[in-house]
Every structure is written in C-alpha cells, then in structure tokens.
C-alpha cells in the first residue's frame, strides 16, 4: 500500500473522529427530540440526523401516543386519546376509572372525604390535586359502588403520586426502559410439579432468578361460587411468597400470576366477564391479591373463550373485561405511586379457537404481552402420528393438516407464497399478526414437553402413521400421552430408540421404539424458533414449563436447565426495533 494511500486512510479516520466528537458535543448541548419520520411513536436526539440513525437510539412514546417536536413531548396523553373509544363524549368510561379511585376512600383519601361535605368541593379538591400531580383521572367525585372493607389503595397510598406516562408535567416523555427493550424470556411455574418424586420434585427454590425476565405463576383459579380469584393449592400462599421472593436477588425479575389453565375450563371465566357487577368485584379483589401478594401483572390464560363451558359470545366479553381491568390498574397505579400492573394473556394458536375466541385488534392495544401457545398441534388424542410443536408446514401437508402449525412458511418461493394468499388460510402467529397485533407484543411458545402415542402397527413408525393411544407414561410426570423434556432425555440414554430428525420446515424431531413413539423438540430446533422471533420482531420467546427442562442437570448430562439456558440465551440481548 503506498503511503499516500495510508495517509489518506488515516485523514478519513480522524476526520470522522472530529466529525463525530463534534456530533456529540452537540447531542449533549442541545437534546432536542425529534419524531421518527416511519413511525412518530418513536423519537431520537436530533442530533443524531448527522450521526447516522441507528435502532438503539430510539425512544419509544407510550402505546397510542405519537410525538410531537413542537411540544417535545410525546402527545395525546389525555385519556380520551388513548383510548379512542373514550371520546369526550363517552363520560361513563371517564367515571369509571374516577370511581375507582375515590369510591375506596381510605387512608389520604379517606381524610379528604371526610373533609368535604359537599360533593361538588371534594370533587373540585381532588382535581386540583390531580391536576398539580399531573394527572387528568379524577372527573367525578360520586362513588358508583361500595366494597367492603377491601381497597385497592390500602398499601403506600398517596394521592401526590408520580404519573410517568400520563402526566402532562413531564418536560420528557420517559424514554422506553431499557426492560422494555429486552426481548421477553418468559417461563413458566406451575404449582403441582412440587408433588413429583425424588429428583423431579420442584420448588420456587429451583428457580434461577436470572433465567428469565418474567416468571408467570401457574396457576390460580376463578372460583365457581364467588367468581372471585382463589388459590388453587393448600400451600399456594406460601409459594406465592417463596417465587416473589426471587426478586429479592435479581429486582428486575417480573412475577405475574396466570389464572385459568387448561382445568378449569371456562365456566367461572364466562359467567364471571358476562356480568358487569362481578367483573367489578373481580378486578378490585384480584388487583388487591396481586399486590398482597406482591405480584407485577396479571396473566389470564382462558382456555378458550368460546368453547369448553363457555359461551358464544364471551370474547365481546374478556375485550371489555380487559378494558376494565387496565383502566383500574391505571387507576391503582396513580394514587399509589406503585407501578402499573402488567396485564397479558396466553392464547390458542389454532385458527378455529382464535378467531372464536378473541378480538385480537382489540385485546391487543390494550394488553402487554401475548402468549402464543405454539404447541399441542398433534397428540393421541388424534388416531395418527404428527408433531408436538412443528414450526413450518411440510409440503406434504394440506387442508386442516397444514394449519397445524406455528408459523406459515416464508421460505417457499413466491409463486407459491402468491397461491397460498388464495388457497390456504392463515394459522399460528400470522393469524395474530394478520389480525393486527403488533408483532414486538406476540410471544412465541416453547414446550418443554413431548407428545407420545402408542402406533397401531410396530412397522409402520413414520408421520401420519396409525396410532390407537397414547404413549407409555413417564416415571415422573405419570401423565399418558405425556412426557417431560428430561424425561426424553432419561430415554434416550437407551440405544434402542431410533431417532428420526424432521428437517423440511417443521424443524421438530420423533423417536420410537417398539409401538412408541415420541414427538419432541430439540435445541437445534430451537435455534429456528428463535431465529424466527428475531427476524419477525416478535417480543419474546416462553417456555411451559420450568420444571421440565433437566432443572437439577442429572437427567441429560448438560448442566441446570439446559433447554432452557441454551433456547433463550439464542434471543439478543435487545429487540432490534420496534416497528
Ligand atoms: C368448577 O371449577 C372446576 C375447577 O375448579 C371445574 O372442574 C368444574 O367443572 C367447574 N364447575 C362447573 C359447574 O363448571
Ligand atoms: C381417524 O379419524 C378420522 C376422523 O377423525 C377418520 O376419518 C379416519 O378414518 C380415522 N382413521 C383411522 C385409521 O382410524
Ligand atoms: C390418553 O390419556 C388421557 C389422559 O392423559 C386420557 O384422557 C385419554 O382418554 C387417553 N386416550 C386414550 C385413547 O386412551
Ligand atoms: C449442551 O449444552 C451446550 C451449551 O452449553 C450446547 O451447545 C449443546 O448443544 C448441548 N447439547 C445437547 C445434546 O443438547
């Protein structure tokens, strides 16, 4: 290289150098805010015009807000703006959120009631009061109904609370939390794996608190005679304490308390959304129990809407239901100063339930997270051989056989792509996304879990194979039909199994041996998975659950929690972007 040309090299170098250190001294002088020109909930110093955009400068504006340079400031925070069916209009919504807070008047509040006589004063108190805190909640001072001795506001209550989001106060729209950025790591406990023997026995005190970002307790339950929230097990209580307690060694873990499961059917859910006195009664004595118990959210895990007890209509229903639960954790969160509930869902993946069961549009704007349970798509409960969790349709499948499945595949040629918009229907996460959830909300499901059948004839072993039942139960899970990722592990130490990988988009693997037969995932298989949610944007992946993965690391000779630890540690360590 002649030494001109490295002469030349070196210039460019320090002139970008200067040019940059220039560039910054400016972001630091002047820390003006502009709108991202594709998506002006997104903003970034302008400076940064000069620099070069990259996705980790952005700030995000919290959901239905834009913002706007002239104000710097994200706008629209009036609630009315945030939720488009609260026009000015439409006071009753308005109400509701008020009387929340003020028909529970305790503490603070319940000194400035008893202050006032009249209605309209302790109305016109609490405004201002509202308003100096930045707030624009309080509209109407009348209780609409009174509950017992029970209070939302009982721990911490200050009405002088700071309102981040919703304050008009604010100089800065809080930039979006670096948690928020992070790709959701979400696992599941589940409170019946304490009951298993010897070595599978689990309990909170298994749990790596920096495994995941978020641990969602399974499962409370709604109970059929009060419609309120209960426990499910004699020791729930004390394990409710024992997960929380992980937050103690790492304070960014996320605990949230999943209602429903697959045994509680939708009897209790139904009857209780139905009618607008018990969904009030629920949310206030579920949002108490939450922070009693020293939870973050809410997560309802509905199985389904729609059907198994439930009604038609219910998913008209859960949407104002969960409407109103937000609007009354918003409520929570701004007298106590306590951040806000989360609230997510779990939710089918096949494209009958989904659409029978949700408004997605709807409960999507209004939840933090959604998770896709992009499993159980093939089991012996059907009379042939098929995969657990297969992420894309094979060629050889069609009609509602090519539905079973988590994703459409995006590999095939366009041609094809084209034929498919006309001939198959969507199914898996494209219903969600196709639907108008936004894909950094939509979390895609791991099963720590294999499906097993028992084949019909011992010779005919491949898919789509004749079964008549399901597979020998695991020593541990004693479940038919059923077996835990380290109980795959536990038989595969035996040669005898042969192992057949599934490599044309289903990206899943089957073992059998004799007239077992086994459908599972494997780590590599895994990779797919999380490649998929990284180059689709989605939030996060999750795992049902944290007691079928080799937690003790003496079933699969890998270390602790090895599908586990391996499968989300292949997500970044932040989303990309959130366009
Ligand atoms: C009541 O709840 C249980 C679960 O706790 C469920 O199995 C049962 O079917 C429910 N009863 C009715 C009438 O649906
Ligand atoms: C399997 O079940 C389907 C209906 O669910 C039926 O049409 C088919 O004949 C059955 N096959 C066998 C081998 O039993
Ligand atoms: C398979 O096992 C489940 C319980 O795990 C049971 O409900 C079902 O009836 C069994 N199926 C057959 C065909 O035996
Ligand atoms: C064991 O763990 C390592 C990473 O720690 C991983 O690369 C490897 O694939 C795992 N082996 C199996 C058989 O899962």
């Known amino acids: 290289m002649s030494r001109q040309y490295s002469l030349f090299i070196l210039f460019l170098s320090s002139s970008y150098l200067v040019y940059y250190q220039l560039a910054a001294q ?8 502009c709108a991202f020109r594709n998506n002006p909930s997104q903003y970034y110093p302008c400076a940064l015009d000069s620099l070069g955009l990259n996705s980790w400068s952005f700030y995000r504006c919290p959901d239905e807000t834009i913002f706007d340079e002239i104000l710097q400031q994200c706008s629209k925070t009036a609630l009315s703006d945030l939720y488009p069916s609260l026009s000015s209009t439409d006071d009753a919504q308005l109400e509701r959120i008020s009387n929340f807070i003020v028909s529970h008047p305790v503490s603070d ?26 707030g624009i909640f309080w509209s109407n001072g009348q209780p609409l109904m009174e509950l017992d001795e029970k209070s939302i506001f009982d721990s911490k209550s200050s009405i002088n609370s700071k ?6 106060e604010h100089p800065y729209p809080p930039p979006v939390s670096e948690d928020e950025l992070k790709y959701k790591k979400i696992c599941y406990f589940t409170n019946w794996a304490q009951y298993r023997s010897g070595s599978a026995k689990f309990e909170p005190e298994h749990i790596d608190p920096f495994l995941c970002t978020h641990i969602i307790y399974a499962f409370a339950y709604i109970s059929n005679e009060t419609f309120l929230i209960r426990k499910v097990e004699d020791n729930d209580e004390d394990l409710y304490r024992r997960v929380n307690a992980l937050k103690k060694r790492n304070p960014k873990l996320k605990t949230i308390l999943g209602v429903g499961g697959w045994n509680m059917k939708s009897y209790a859910f139904s009857i209780m959304v139905h009618d607008s006195a018990k969904r009030k009664r629920f949310i206030f004595d579920t949002i108490n129990f939450l922070h009693k118990h020293n939870f973050d959210g809410f997560e309802v895990d509905w199985e389904y809407p729609g059907i198994r007890g439930g009604l038609p209509d219910d998913k008209y229903y859960l949407t104002i239901f969960f409407q109103e639960f937000k609007e009354a954790a918003i409520a929570q969160s701004i007298v106590t100063g306590q951040p806000r509930l989360l609230m997510a869902a779990a939710v089918a993946a096949n494209a009958e339930v989904v659409s029978n069961g949700y408004e997605i549009d709807k409960i999507a704007k209004i939840l933090d997270f959604i998770n896709i349970m992009t499993y159980d798509f093939h089991g012996a409960w059907q009379n042939h051989t098929g995969l657990n969790a297969p992420l894309y349709r094979r060629f050889d499948e069609t009609g509602p056989e090519a539905m079973l499945n988590q994703v459409k595949n995006e590999n ?14 969507d199914f898996g996460v494209a219903i969600w996304l196709k639907s108008g959830a936004p894909a950094h909300k939509l979390v895609l499901g791991i099963p720590l879990f294999a499906r097993t059948f028992l084949l019909a004839h011992a010779d005919q072993n491949e898919l789509r194979s004749p079964t008549i039942g399901n597979g020998t139960e695991g020593p541990y899970t004693r479940s038919a039909g059923f077996l835990s990722y380290f109980e795959v592990c536990l038989l595969q130490s035996d040669p005898q199994w042969t192992r057949i990988s599934v490599p044309d988009g289903s990206e899943s693997e089957y073992m059998y041996k004799n007239r077992d037969w086994i459908a599972y995932d494997t780590l590599s298989n895994i990779q797919k998975r999380a490649a998929y949610v990284v180059a689709n944007n989605l939030g996060g992946l999750f795992v049902w659950s944290l007691d079928m993965d080799d937690f003790n690391g003496i079933f699969c000779s890998n270390g602790t929690y090895p599908f586990i630890r391996n499968s989300l540690s292949l997500l970044p360590a932040n989303m990309a972007s959130y366009i």
Do not use: W
């Open 26 to 33: 400016q972001l630091s002088q002047s820390p003006r805010l």
């Open 109 to 134: 509040a319940r000194r400035l009631i008893t202050d006032f006589e009249d209605p309209f004063s302790i109305k016109k108190f609490l405004h201002e009061r509202v308003e100096r805190a930045g």
């Open 163 to 168: 309102l981040n989001y919703f304050s008009y």
């Open 412 to 425: 095939m040629l366009m041609i094809i792509g084209l034929l498919r918009i006309f001939f198959f229907e």
